[in-house]
């Protein structure tokens, strides 16, 4: 089946069955490595991409479900202003350990902060909590979505 989506700004034309998984289509035949696999049942968050803005994991969202949405992955989100601040805080705060769970990490805090832009630790917490990081930055991520909202970086749970 030829299906005709929009990546990043750009229209592809790709051959893959309608159940084929989005991130497959990404990374298989579109040759976009960004989007991790990490679990194949949504629990991780490591393939989050966008569609028309909204965190959706790639790794149970068949072809046919992606209709005319317009997916934004990891490779294209520093081009949107809050991914950019978002990319810089992540740097800027050091919060990569091994890195694989992070471009999921980026795309679930830019979609926080493009609906949220001065988010609460709470809304944080609501925001990520389906991003699963073995390496424990949670710390650092949060710290870095704060410092791309323009936010003290202090956790108000502490103390």
């Known amino acids: 089946m030829s299906v005709t989506i929009q ?21 298989d035949l579109l ?12 629990v991780c968050g490591a393939c989050t991409v966008h569609l028309d803005g909204k965190p959706t994991r790639a790794c149970v969202t068949p072809l046919s479900a992606v209709g005319k949405a317009k997916i934004t992955t990891i490779e294209a989100i520093g081009q949107t202003a809050i991914g950019k601040k978002v990319q810089e805080a992540w740097l800027q705060v050091d919060v990569l350990q091994c890195g694989y769970c992070q471009a999921g990490q980026i795309m679930a805090a830019t979609a926080l902060l493009q609906s949220v832009p001065k988010p609460t630790d709470a809304d944080i917490d609501a925001a990520m909590s389906g991003n699963l990081c073995r390496c424990a930055t949670y710390p ?20």
């Not at 990546?7 to 990374?27: C, E, I, Q, S, Y």
């Not at 976009?32 to 949504?42: I, S």
């Not at 650092?140 to 956790?155: E, M, N, S, V, Y």
């Open 31 to 42: 040759d976009m490595k960004g989007t991790k696999f990490g679990c194949g049942m949504a």
């Open 140 to 159: 650092r991520i949060r710290a870095a979505i704060k410092q791309a909202a323009g936010l003290p970086t202090t956790d108000s749970r502490e103390g």
């Open 7 to 27: 990546v990043n700004g750009k229209t592809h034309k790709v051959n893959a069955d309608g159940d084929t998984p989005l991130l497959w289509v990404l990374r």
